[in-house]
C-alpha cells in the first residue's frame, strides 16, 4: 500500500516555509489563506479531503486549513479521523521515542463511502502520521502537504511490516508504472506536471 505525496514547497529549502508552518500550529489566518492557496493546485478534480488530527487528537488547524483548500477547489471536506492525546513529534524525538500507529491512536469516526481520498497536512517530514492515518482506508490515497523534505515536492510513502516508513523521493519523470497509474486514478497527472512547473521555476 502507497501514500503518494504531493507538496507545494521544500520544509528545509525554500524560505518561509517552516515559518508558514509554525503559524499553522497556533491558527494564524493569514498563514492558512496562503497554504491553501498553494496547496490548492495539488488537489485533484472530485477529491474528498480528510484533515489529520494533530497531538491533540483532533483534526484542528488540518482542519481549517481542509477547509481554506476546499473554498478554491470546490473539494468535499469530511473530518473522519480521530486519536489519542500525545506529546508533539519534536518532542518524541528528543526523548528518543519509537514512533508507530499505538502512538497516534488513529480510528475512523465512520466507514468511507467515497474512492479519491486526499489526506490533508500542512507539513511531511519522516511520514509517520501520514502513514498510521493511510493505513485506516482499505486502497491507496494521496497526502497533499504545504511543505516537505522531498525534492521536487513529489514523493511516496510505503508501509512496512511495522509500519515503518520508508521514504523514496521520485519525480514525475521517475514515476514507475504503478505510480503513473495511481496517479491517473486521481486524474493528477497533467496537473502535477504543471504545477511543479510553477513551483520549481520560483
Not at 501514500?3 to 529549502?13: D, F, Q, T
Not at 493546485?41 to 488547524?61: E, F, Q, Y
Not at 506536471?193 to 510553477?198: D, G, I, M, T
Amino acid at each position: 500500500m502507497l501514500i503518494h505525496v504531493r507538496s507545494a514547497k521544500n520544509y528545509y529549502k525554500t524560505p518561509g516555509a517552516r515559518e508558514l508552518a509554525h503559524r499553522l500550529k497556533i491558527g494564524d489566518k493569514t498563514a492558512i489563506s496562503v497554504m491553501a492557496s498553494d496547496m490548492s493546485k495539488l488537489i485533484p478534480n472530485g477529491s474528498t479531503l480528510i484533515p489529520i488530527p494533530g497531538r491533540n487528537g483532533v483534526a484542528d488547524t488540518s482542519l481549517l486549513l481542509a477547509t481554506e483548500i476546499s473554498k478554491h477547489t470546490n473539494s468535499v471536506v469530511v473530518d473522519l479521523i480521530k486519536g489519542v492525546q500525545r506529546d508533539s513529534l519534536y518532542i518524541l524525538k528528543k526523548k528518543d521515542v519509537e514512533v508507530d500507529e499505538k502512538l497516534f491512536g488513529f480510528e475512523l469516526t465512520s466507514q468511507p463511502n467515497f474512492q479519491k481520498i486526499v489526506l490533508i497536512d500542512g507539513v511531511c517530514d519522516t511520514g509517520g502520521t501520514a502513514l498510521s492515518a493511510g493505513k485506516l482506508f482499505q486502497h491507496n490515497v494521496m497526502l497533499v502537504t504545504h511543505s516537505s523534505h522531498f525534492e521536487k515536492g513529489i514523493g511516496k510513502l510505503s508501509f512496512s511490516e511495522k509500519i515503518k516508513p520508508s521514504l523514496q523521493a521520485i519525480s514525475c519523470s521517475t514515476l514507475s508504472l504503478e505510480s503513473w497509474r495511481e496517479a491517473r486514478r486521481f486524474d493528477q497527472i497533467d496537473e502535477a506536471e504543471k504545477a511543479h512547473s510553477r513551483i520549481t521555476s520560483i
